[in-house]
């Protein structure tokens, strides 16, 4: 699977797993120099507290483009260290 952003793949991987109809990528799948760590946060019932990043991308900037469960709740294990994509990521194969 890709993640396309900005007609640049953000992150790929063979290894994604599905949750709620999102990819959530391996975080070492990331391409870390598209990503800086946003200030915001979010909370799902049942996964836990949301962190997310900004993905910027040839001088173009997606805000809270990609998120992530740094401490995911117990039902929510299988997707800590990984990242999920929303906001005009396309996801492919």
């Not at 900005?6 to 990503?35: C, G, L, Q, R, W």
């Not at 507290?49 to 469960?69: C, L, Q």
Request: with cysteine; net charge negative.
């Amino acid at each position: 699977m890709k993640a396309i952003w900005n007609h640049k793949v953000i992150a790929e991987s063979n290894d994604t797993v599905v949750v709620e109809d999102n990819h959530y990528f391996p975080h070492d799948s990331i391409k870390e120099d598209f990503f800086t760590l946003s200030d915001s946060k979010s909370v799902c019932p049942w996964k836990g507290t949301a962190s997310y990043y900004n993905i910027n991308v040839d001088g173009k900037e997606n805000i809270d483009g990609a998120w992530f469960y740094p401490e995911p709740k117990e039902e929510a294990k299988h997707i800590q260290n990984r990242v999920a994509f929303w906001k005009g990521v396309e996801i492919t194969e």
